[in-house]
C-alpha cells in the first residue's frame, strides 16, 4: 500500500525523492500536499490556455474586434466599474503570488534540503502567469467592451478558491502550522484577494449582461466622463486608460515615439478633457464664490472664504493626495530598518557563521524568510518603488487640480476685467503691467504652491517619525545631533520670513518695470521719433535696479536653504556619533552608522523640499491677495435705464448672430484644429449650433417712439462727485434722427458719449433708453480693431450678410483698400491695426458700425484721421444716406468738423461739461446767426477741399504703398516656395499632392512658412527645434562671465572630494568600531581620531555647498542682469517693422516670464541638477568600486536609462516649447481686451472675447497638462530603475562580501548609497530636463537680444545748434519698409530752404507719412540721399538726429508720469519755458487749474486727458525742443477748426524762423503756405508755391482745392 501511494503522490519529477532534513510528521504532510500542488495547478494552467484561445480568437476572427482595429480612433476604453479596485487586488495578487515562488524556493533550499522539489514552488510560478494572463484577459475584455468574456474569469475564480480552500485546510491539518508560516500566510491573503474579484466580476457581468447596465450612472462616472472616455479627439487618457497604464503613463508611449522621430505639434496633443476646460472650471468657481457670499450674506468679495470654497471644489482629490504623500513617506522610512537587518545577518554569519532554520513545519517561517539576506534585499527594493508610485500618484493629483485653480484664476481675472470700471485702469494699481501679472504671474504662483502643498505639513510629520528611529538606534546622541535640524529649521524660518518681505518688494518693483516696458512699447513710435529711447531705457533700469538689489537680497537667502538643508547631514552625524561613544559607552559599527545616516538622510530630503514649500506658499498667499483685491475691485454701474445690460457673464457664455449665448455644449478647441497662429476672436458655427439665447431681459421704462435716449438733469463724473464732468444735462436724441455733438477741446464731448454707454458714474438725474431700441454700436475717437481678419473686424461677431457687408464696404470707401490688401478682406489686421494708415483703421471702426444690426449708432469724432474729401463721402454715404435715409438708424455723431452741422438733424453745443446751446440747425440759424454762419461758411470751404464724390470714388481712397509691395512680395514668396517644392519632389521622386507633399517632406519648412495667401501679417512666435543647442549655454555662461564661470566650477570639484572622502571615512570609522582585539584605551583613542576628521571634513563640506550655492544663484541673477540689459537695449533700438510684426503680448512675456525664470529659477535648478548629480555619480562610482559585479548589472540599467532619457528629453522640451509658447497668446488677447473694452461692452460682445480667452486658456492648459504628464511617465520609469540598482546594488554587495572581497561596512555604504543613488537619479534628470526646458528663456532672450537693430552710429557728429538754418534737399530718394518690399518713395527730389513752410498734399497711401518717416530714418532708405544743411542724414547719430528735429504725430501719446516729463522727459526746461509752450499750445487754461500744476500725473496712456488735449500736448512739446524743423503729421485732426485756426497762426509767429513740413488735413489750412508738395503712389507729382500751382488749372493741387481731378 505504502508503494501505491508513493508512485501516486510523490513522482520523483515532481514531488522529489531525495531524503530530506526535517521531521517524518512534515515528511508525511509533504508528501500528501504533493497531489494537492498538483491539482493546484490544473485551474492556472487550465485558464492561461483558454485566455490565449479566446483572446486570439476575438482578436483574429470577431469581425467587430477587427472592426476596432481598422479604425483605432474607434478603440477607447470605457472602464468598467470597480475598475481601480478590481486592478489594485490584481497588482497585491501578483506581489502573493511573487513571493510565494520565493517561499517555495527557500523552502525547498533551507528547510527541506536534498534534491529539488518542483512542487513547492512550479504551482506558484503558475499562478505567477495566471495573474499575468488575468490582468491582460480582463483589460482587454474591457477595452473591447465584450463583458461575457468574464464568465471565464468568473470559472477561473470559483477555481482558484476552491483550490486554496483546500490547500488551507490542508495547511491547517500540519502540525505547527499557524500564522508565524509564510505558507499559511500567503494561503489566506490569496483566498481573500480571489474572492473580492469573483464578488467584483460576478456583479460586473448581472450588471451589463442581465440588468443591461441599469446602474451605469452610478459607476460609470459623470456625463463629462463618458463623453471624453469616447472621445477620440481627447489624447490626454490619463483618467481614461487602464490602471497601470494610468500608473505607468504607458498610454504617453505613443507620444514620446512621435516626439522622438520628429518635433511634436500643438495638433498632436489632441482636445482638452471637459474637467479641464477653462468655462467649466471658470463657472466652478464662480457658483463656489456666489454660494460663499450668499451664505455670508454679503456682496463684497473681500469676505469671502477661499480656503472654504477651494476645500469645497477640491478637497476630496487633495485629501487622498495628502494620504497618498504621508503614506509613501512612511513606507520609505522602512528602507533603513531593513539595511540594519541586513548588516546585523551580515554580522552574525560573519561571527557564528549559517543562520539555523525552523525545520519543525516543514516549511519556511516568516521569521526564517526575513532572516534571509537577499530576501531583505528583494524587500527593500520593493520598499524602494512603492513609495515612488504613491507620491507620483500624489503629484498627479495635486498637478490636476492646481491646473483647474489656475484656470479657473484667469478666466475669472479676464471675465473680472471686461467689467472694471474705466477708472480703476487709470489708476496706479491697475496698471498694465499689474494687470497682466494678475492673470499670469499670480495664477502660476498660486498653481506651484498648490501642488506642493502637501510638502508643509507631511515634511515636519516625516521628520518626527524618522527623529523617533534614530533614536532607537543612536538614542540621547540621536537627539542632540538632531538639534542641528531644529537650529536649521529655525534659520529657515527666519530666512523664510525675509524672503517674504524682500519678495513682495520684488514683486512691486517687477510691476513697475513691466509697467514701464509696457509704456515704451505702447509708444514706441513717438519714442523713436523723439529719440527718446535712452530715457525712457533709464526708467526702466531704475525699476530694475530696485528689483535687482530685493532680488540679490533674496538670492543670498535662497541660495543659503538648499546647502542649510543639505549640510544639516554632516553636521548632524558629526554631533551625533562623536557623542554616541561618550553616552552610550558603545562603538560606532555599521549596524548602527548606516541607517542612521540614511535617517539623517531622510530629514535632510524633508529639509530641502521644506524652503522651496516655504517659497511658493509665500508667493501664493501675496499673488492671491493681488487677485483677490483685482476681484473685488469696483465695476461699471451701469445705471442706464431701459439699454440691454451687461449681462453678467459665466464662462459658457458665447455669441451667435449677435446675441449673448449660454453654451450648453463643449467648446471645441479651435487652436488644436487650426493649427498654431490661427486668430480670429469670434465662434464659427459649427460650435455654436447647440448654444441656447439667455432669457430676454426684465422690463425697463421706456419712452415714447420718436425717442431713442433721453437724459433729465444728468450730472455725471468720472471719479470724484464733487468734481462732475458733465452738469445738468437734459438731451433727447430722437428716433430716426442724425444728432450731432459739438465743442472746444475738453468740453464732455467724449464724456457724453460714456454717459450714454454706462461708462461713465451717474450722480443725479436719469439716463433713460427705449426699451425695444437698446442695441448700440460704438465707434471710439481712437479707432480700436482686433487682432483678427479685416472682415472679422467689420463683421465683429454679427451674423454674416453678403448684401449689407458689401453695402457697408462701398458706404466706407474701402472696396480699393481691399481689393489692394494681400488677400483681400481676410487680411489680418495686426495689434491695434498696425498695418493699415490712420484713415483705414478709422473707417474700419466706422464700418464695423454701419454693418451691426443695431438700432442706435454713436461715432465719436470718426472723421478726425480721415481727409476732408473722405470724410465728406463716410458722412454722407455711409452715415446719411445708408444708416439714416436706408435703414433709419438714430445715429450720435461726435465730430470738430462743422461744416457738416447745417445737414444734421439736431446739433448739441458742449462747453465746460454744459449744454450752451441745442437744437435744429434751424433754430441754432434763428437764435445764433453768427455760430450758424461759422459752421455754413466751413462747409463752403470744405466743399472746396472734397473732390466730387463720383470721381472720387474712382481714385485711390486709401491703401498705403507698403501693403501694395507686400501683396507683390506674398506672390514672389509663392512662386518661390512652389518652385523649391517641385523641385525637391523631382529629386526624391515624390508623388505627394502640393499640401501633402509639403508638409510630408518638410514639415519644418511648412512651420516657419506664413498662410500661402499672404493674410498673415503677425509672425508665429519663434520656436527652435530639436534639443537646446550648446551655443544658448555658452551664451548663458558668456553673460555670467568667465572668472565667475571658473570659481564655480572649482567649487564644484572640490565639492565632489570632500563627499567621496567624507563616504570612505565613515566606511572606516564603522568599521573600525568592529574591532574587538584592542583595548578600551585604544578604541577611544581611535573614535576621537575619527570624530576629529570627521567634524572637519563636514564642516568643511557645508561651507564648500554653501559656497557652490551662492555661486549658482549670483551667476544666475548676473546673467538675468546681463541679458535683460541687452534684450532691453536690442527690442528698444529694433526697426518699426520689428513692432508691426510681433505682437506686444509676446514681447512683455520675454520681460516678465522669461526674464523672472534667469533672475529666480535657473539658478536653484542649476545648483540642484549639479548637487544631485554629483551625489547620483559618487553613489554608483562607489557601488562599483566596491562591488566590480555591480558594473555588470548597471550596464543594461544604463542603457534603458539611457533610452527612457533621450525619449524624454526629445518630446519633454517640444512640449515646454508648446506651453511657453502657448502662453503669450493668453496675455496678448488679454491686453487687446482691456484696450478695447469700451467698445467691446457697447456692442455688448463680452461673451465673445471670453470665448477668445476661454479658449487660449484651454490651449495654455493642455500644453501643460502634457508637459507636466512627460515628467510623471519619466518618474515611474526612474523608480522602476531605481529599485533595480537597489537590487542590484545589495545583491553585488552581499555577493562580494559572501565571496570576501569586502567588509560589513563597505556592504552598509554600498546600500545605502543606493537607496538615495536611486531618488537622486530621478532627481539629476527631472532636474537636468526641467533645467534644458528652463533654458527655453534663454534660448528666447538670447533671439530677442541679437535682433536685426537700425544703424545707431554715425560719422559725424554735428556741433549742438545743428541744424542752423533748416535747409532740407532731397536728391533721389528711395524708401522700403523692408529690403524685401517694393518703394514706398521713388525718386524724390526736393530742395526746401531754411525757414520755409512747406505743406505736402496727396491721396491717403500717396507717400505723406513715409516722406516725414524718412528724416527720422525710421524706414529703410534703398537710395539716394536727404541732407540737412548740408549734412547727410545717414552720416549723423541716430539719437542725434531724432532729437534735433521735432514732429507733432497724428496719433498723440502720453506716458504715466508727471506733465513735466511729458514736456521735457530730460528735465531740461525751467518752468518759465515749459508753461510757455503750454500757453502757445492754448493748454494753459485747462492745466493751471489742476492742482499740482506740471506736478500733476498723467495716468496710463494720458487717459485723463481728452484725445485733443494729447494732441495739444504734443505742440508744446515741440515747441520747447525749440528745433529748427517741425513736421506736423495731421496734428490738428481731433481739434475743433476754431483751435485749427489758432495753431496755424502759432506757427507763423512762434516758428516763424524754423522749417516747417505740414502733411494737411484741411488743405485750406496750408493755401498760405511758402511751397506745395504733392505726392502720389510715392512719387513727386507737384513742387512749386500754391500761388504757381493754383494759376495752372490742370495741377492736382488746384483740382484739390477747387474741387475736381485732373483726368
Known amino acids: 500500500m505504502e508503494d501505491v501511494d508513493n508512485q501516486t503522490y510523490d513522482p520523483s519529477w515532481f514531488c522529489g525523492s531525495d531524503p530530506v532534513e526535517v521531521g517524518s510528521q512534515a515528511v508525511d504532510n509533504l508528501q500528501l500536499t504533493c497531489l494537492m500542488n498538483g491539482i493546484y495547478c490544473i485551474p492556472h494552467t487550465v485558464f492561461i490556455a483558454l485566455a490565449v484561445i479566446i483572446l486570439i480568437y476575438k482578436r483574429f476572427f470577431n469581425a467587430d474586434i477587427e472592426n476596432l482595429y481598422k479604425t483605432p480612433e474607434k478603440l477607447l476604453r470605457i472602464r468598467y466599474p470597480f475598475h481601480d479596485f478590481r486592478m489594485i487586488v490584481l497588482l497585491l495578487l501578483f506581489l502573493l503570488t511573487t ?255 549559517d543562520i539555523p532554520v525552523d525545520k519543525d513545519s516543514g516549511y519556511i517561517t516568516v521569521k526564517d524568510t526575513v532572516a534571509n539576506v537577499y530576501f531583505l534585499v528583494f524587500l527593500l527594493s520593493i520598499c524602494n518603488l512603492i513609495p515612488i508610485v504613491l507620491l507620483q500618484r500624489h503629484f498627479q493629483s495635486m498637478f490636476h487640480v492646481s491646473l483647474k485653480m489656475r484656470s479657473a484664476l484667469q478666466g475669472s481675472v479676464y471675465l473680472k476685467a471686461q467689467y472694471i470700471s474705466p477708472v480703476e485702469l487709470q489708476g496706479s494699481d491697475m496698471n498694465a503691467g499689474q494687470l497682466t501679472n494678475n492673470i499670469s504671474t499670480d495664477p502660476a504662483n498660486i498653481q506651484m504652491f498648490v501642488m506642493n502643498m502637501h510638502l508643509l505639513w507631511a515634511a ?29 529649521l529655525l534659520l529657515q524660518g527666519v530666512i523664510a520670513k525675509g524672503m517674504r518681505k524682500f519678495q513682495q518688494r520684488v514683486m512691486g518693483y517687477s510691476d513697475d518695470r513691466l509697467k514701464g516696458t509696457n509704456e515704451l512699447l505702447q509708444g514706441i513710435k513717438l519714442i523713436k521719433l523723439n529719440g527718446w529711447e535712452e530715457r525712457f531705457r533709464s526708467r526702466i533700469k531704475t525699476s530694475r535696479r530696485s528689483e535687482i538689489k530685493a532680488l540679490y537680497k533674496v538670492a543670498a537667502l535662497t541660495s543659503a536653504l538648499f546647502p542649510l538643508a543639505m549640510s544639516a547631514t554632516p553636521l548632524a552625524t558629526a554631533v551625533s556619533f562623536g557623542l554616541y561613544y561618550t553616552l552610550e559607552g ?29 517659497m511658493f506658499a509665500i508667493n501664493a498667499i501675496i499673488s492671491h491677495g493681488r487677485i483677490k483685491k483685482f476681484l473685488g475691485a469696483p465695476e461699471v454701474e451701469d445705471k442706464v435705464k431701459g439699454r440691454q445690460k451687461m449681462i453678467t457673464l459665466a464662462a459658457r457664455d458665447t455669441c451667435y448672430d449677435g446675441e449673448h449665448r449660454h453654451d450648453t455644449t463643449t467648446r471645441l478647441q479651435k487652436a488644436v484644429h487650426q493649427g498654431e497662429g490661427e486668430y480670429g476672436t469670434f465662434d464659427k458655427e459649427l460650435e455654436l449650433k447647440a448654444a441656447k439665447p439667455l432669457p430676454p431681459p426684465t422690463p425697463t421704462p421706456t419712452l415714447p417712439d420718436n425717442l431713442v435716449i433721453k437724459m433729465t438733469n444728468a450730472t455725471l463724473t468720472w471719479e470724484d462727485p464733487s468734481t462732475p464732468v458733465l452738469k445738468n444735462i437734459n ?49 471710439n475717437q481712437k479707432a480700436w480693431l482686433i487682432n483678427a481678419s479685416l472682415k472679422e473686424n467689420i463683421v465683429f461677431g454679427s451674423k454674416y450678410n453678403e448684401q449689407r457687408y458689401q453695402m457697408t464696404i462701398a458706404a466706407c470707401g474701402l472696396r480699393q483698400d481691399i481689393d489692394m490688401l494681400p488677400s483681400g478682406d481676410k487680411t489680418e489686421i495686426g495689434e491695434k491695426g498696425i498695418n493699415l494708415s490712420g484713415g483705414q483703421k478709422q473707417r474700419v471702426s466706422v464700418a464695423r458700425a454701419v454693418y451691426s444690426d443695431t438700432q442706435i449708432v454713436i461715432l465719436d469724432d470718426p472723421m478726425s484721421a480721415l481727409d476732408v474729401h473722405v470724410g465728406t463721402q463716410v458722412f454722407h454715404e455711409a452715415i446719411k444716406n445708408y444708416l439714416i435715409v436706408e435703414q433709419g438708424r438714430s445715429v450720435v455723431l461726435v465730430t470738430h468738423q462743422t461744416h457738416f452741422l447745417p445737414e444734421v438733424d ?40 472734397a473732390p466730387d464724390m463720383s470721381d472720387a470714388a474712382g481714385k485711390d481712397q486709401g491703401i498705403d ?221 562607489i557601488n562599483a568600486i566596491n562591488a566590480p559585479i555591480f558594473i555588470i548589472g548597471i550596464i543594461p540599467i544604463t542603457i534603458l536609462y539611457m533610452f527612457v532619457t533621450v525619449y524624454y528629453v526629445s518630446s519633454t522640451r517640444e512640449l515646454k516649447r508648446l506651453e511657453s509658447i502657448n502662453m503669450s497668446p493668453v496675455y496678448s488677447h488679454f491686453s487687446e481686451t482691456l484696450s478695447g473694452l469700451s467698445t467691446i461692452r457697447a456692442y455688448n460682445k463680452q461673451a465673445c472675447f471670453a470665448g477668445a480667452a476661454m479658449d487660449k486658456i484651454n490651449t495654455s492648459a493642455l500644453t501643460c497638462l502634457f508637459r507636466q504628464g512627460s515628467n510623471f511617465w519619466l518618474q515611474f520609469r526612474l523608480g522602476v530603475i531605481g529599485a533595480c540598482i537597489v537590487g542590484m546594488a545589495g545583491t553585488a554587495a552581499v555577493t562580494t562580501f559572501f565571496s570576501g572581497g569586502i567588509d560589513i561596512s563597505l556592504v552598509g555604504l554600498s546600500i545605502s548609497l543606493s537607496l538615495f543613488s536611486a531618488q537622486l537619479l530621478m532627481q539629476t534628470v527631472s532636474q537636468s530636463a526641467e533645467l534644458e526646458m528652463q533654458m527655453n528663456a534663454i534660448e528666447r532672450l538670447k533671439y530677442f537680444a541679437h535682433l536685426n537693430i537700425e544703424k545707431q552710429e554715425g560719422v559725424f557728429q554735428p556741433p549742438d545748434d545743428w541744424p542752423f538754418i533748416g535747409d532740407i534737399t532731397v536728391n533721389n530718394l528711395e524708401m522700403r519698409y523692408s529690403k524685401e518690399l517694393e518703394p514706398v518713395l521713388q525718386n524724390i527730389n526736393i530742395r526746401i530752404k531754411g525757414g520755409e513752410k512747406v505743406g505736402i498734399c496727396g491721396r491717403t497711401g500717396s507717400g505723406k507719412s513715409s516722406l516725414m518717416l524718412a528724416f527720422f530714418r525710421l524706414i529703410d532708405r534703398t537710395d539716394g540721399a536727404l541732407y540737412i544743411d548740408g549734412v547727410n542724414i545717414d552720416h549723423v547719430p541716430l539719437a542725434v538726429l531724432r532729437q534735433r528735429i521735432s514732429i507733432v504725430p497724428q496719433d498723440p501719446t502720453l506716458f504715466t508720469g508727471t506733465i513735466r516729463f511729458n514736456l521735457d522727459p530730460f528735465d531740461k526746461c525751467s518752468d518759465e519755458e515749459i508753461w510757455e509752450a503750454i500757453g502757445i499750445a492754448q493748454l494753459k487754461n485747462t492745466l493751471s487749474n489742476l492742482p499740482n500744476g506740471l506736478e500733476s500725473m498723467v495716468t496710463e496712456g494720458g487717459e485723463n486727458f481728452s484725445v485733443g488735449q494729447r494732441q495739444l500736448f504734443c505742440v508744446a512739446r515741440a515747441f520747447l525742443r525749440k528745433s529748427r524743423i517741425l513736421i506736423l503729421d495731421e496734428a490738428t485732426a481731433s481739434i475743433d477748426k476754431d483751435m485749427d485756426a489758432i495753431l496755424q497762426d502759432v506757427l507763423f509767429t512762434a516758428f516763424a524762423n524754423k522749417t516747417v513740413l505740414t502733411i494737411a488735413h484741411r488743405v485750406s489750412t496750408i493755401l498760405n503756405y511758402d511751397t506745395i508738395v504733392v505726392l502720389s503712389a510715392g512719387k513727386l507729382e507737384e513742387w512749386d508755391s500754391p500761388t504757381a500751382l493754383l494759376s495752372n488749372p490742370d495741377s492736382i493741387f488746384s483740382s484739390l482745392v477747387n474741387g475736381s481731378l485732373p483726368s
Open 906 to 945: 439736431y446739433v448739441v453745443v458742449l462747453k465746460n461739461g454744459n449744454i450752451m446751446q441745442q437744437g435744429t440747425p434751424a433754430e441754432i440759424q434763428r437764435d445764433s446767426p453768427q455760430l450758424y454762419k461759422g459752421w455754413v461758411d466751413a462747409g463752403v470751404a470744405a466743399k472746396a477741399e
Open 731 to 779: 438731451l433727447e436724441i430722437e428716433t430716426g434722427k442724425l444728432t450731432a455733438i459739438v465743442g472746444e477741446i475738453g468740453s464732455g464731448k467724449s464724456s457724453m458719449v460714456s454717459s450714454m454707454l454706462g461708462e461713465i458714474k451717474l450722480v443725479s438725474g436719469d439716463i433713460t433708453w427705449r426699451s425695444d431700441k437698446n442695441r448700440v454700436a460704438y465707434a
Open 586 to 614: 558603545q562603538p560606532l559599527t555599521p549596524n548602527v552608522m548606516f541607517p542612521s545616516i540614511s535617517y539623517f538622510q531622510g530629514m535632510t530630503a524633508s529639509l530641502m523640499v521644506l524652503p522651496s514649500a516655504v
Open 99 to 353: 513571493i510565494q515562488v520565493f517561499e517555495g524556493v527557500l523552502t525547498d533550499t533551507l528547510v527541506i534540503g536534498g534534491s529539488s522539489r518542483p512542487q513547492l514552488f512550479v504551482p506558484a510560478i503558475l499562478s505567477v502567469f495566471g495573474t499575468v494572463a488575468l490582468v491582460y484577459y480582463s483589460d482587454q475584455a474591457e477595452l473591447w467592451d465584450q463583458p461575457k468574456m468574464l464568465c471565464l474569469q468568473v470559472v477561473y475564480m470559483l477555481a482558484a478558491i476552491v483550490s486554496e480552500m483546500l490547500r488551507f485546510r490542508d495547511l491547517r491539518r500540519a502540525p505547527g502550522m499557524n500564522i508565524t508560516i509564510l505558507k499559511f500566510d500567503l494561503t489566506l491573503s490569496m483566498l481573500i484577494a480571489y474572492i473580492l474579484l469573483l464578488i467584483v466580476d460576478v456583479f460586473l457581468i448581472f450588471n451589463r449582461v442581465l440588468l443591461r447596465n441599469k446602474v451605469s450612472r452610478v459607476l460609470y462616472g459623470d456625463a463629462n466622463f463618458l463623453q471624453d472616455s469616447t472621445n477620440p479627439d481627447i489624447e490626454y487618457r490619463q483618467q481614461f486608460a487602464n490602471y497601470f497604464s494610468s500608473l505607468s503613463s504607458w498610454w504617453l508611449n505613443g507620444l514620446f515615439v512621435l516626439g522622438y522621430q520628429r518635433p511634436l505639434e500643438l495638433s498632436d496633443l489632441g482636445e482638452l478633457p471637459t474637467d479641464y476646460k477653462s468655462h467649466v472650471v471658470v463657472d466652478q468657481l464662480q457658483d463656489a464664490l456666489k454660494h460663499d457670499l450668499m451664505e455670508r450674506n454679503s456682496r463684497d468679495i473681500k469676505d469671502a472664504n477661499f480656503l472654504k470654497i477651494y476645500w469645497k471644489l477640491h478637497g476630496g482629490a487633495v485629501a487622498v493626495a495628502g494620504l497618498q504623500k504621508v503614506s509613501g513617506d512612511m513606507i520609505r522610512l522602512g528602507g533603513p530598518l531593513i539595511l540594519q537587518k541586513i548588516i546585523d545577518l551580515l554580522t552574525l554569519i560573519s561571527t557564528n557563521g
Open 460 to 488: 515636519p510629520i516625516q521628520l518626527t517619525v524618522t527623529l523617533y528611529f534614530l533614536y532607537t538606534i543612536l538614542g540621547v546622541s540621536a537627539l542632540i545631533g538632531a538639534s542641528m535640524f531644529v537650529i536649521t
Open 961 to 1181: 504703398k507698403d501693403i501694395q509691395a507686400l501683396r507683390k512680395q506674398i506672390s514672389e514668396r509663392e512662386k518661390e516656395i512652389r518652385f523649391r517644392k517641385a523641385s525637391r519632389k523631382s529629386r526624391g521622386g515624390s508623388s505627394f499632392g502640393d499640401d501633402e507633399g509639403l508638409k510630408d517632406l518638410f514639415p519644418a519648412e511648412c512651420d516657419d512658412e506664413e498662410e500661402g495667401d499672404g493674410s498673415k501679417l503677425i509672425h508665429a512666435e519663434e520656436r527652435n527645434k530639436g534639443s537646446i543647442s550648446w551655443r544658448v549655454y555658452l551664451y548663458y555662461l558668456q553673460a555670467i562671465g568667465p572668472t565667475v564661470v571658473t570659481l564655480s566650477f572649482i567649487v564644484f570639484v572640490i565639492n565632489f572630494l570632500l563627499s567621496i572622502l567624507r563616504s570612505y571615512w565613515t566606511s572606516n570609522w564603522s568599521e573600525a568600531g568592529l574591532l574587538t582585539n584592542i583595548t578600551q584605551e585604544e578604541v577611544e583613542t581611535l573614535n576621537q581620531y575619527y570624530k576629529t576628521w570627521y567634524s572637519i571634513i563636514a564642516i568643511s563640506c557645508a561651507i564648500v555647498f554653501y559656497l557652490f550655492s551662492v555661486a549658482m544663484y549670483m551667476s544666475s541673477l548676473m546673467a538675468g542682469i546681463t541679458i535683460h540689459q541687452r534684450v532691453l537695449k536690442n527690442v528698444t533700438q529694433s526697426p518699426m517693422r520689428f513692432f508691426d510684426t510681433t505682437p506686444l503680448g509676446r514681447i512683455l512675456n520675454r520681460f516678465s516670464t522669461d526674464t523672472k525664470m534667469v533672475d529666480q529659477t535657473i539658478g536653484m535648478t542649476l545648483s540642484q541638477t549639479l548637487q544631485f548629480a554629483l551625489n547620483t555619480a559618487m553613489g554608483l562610482l
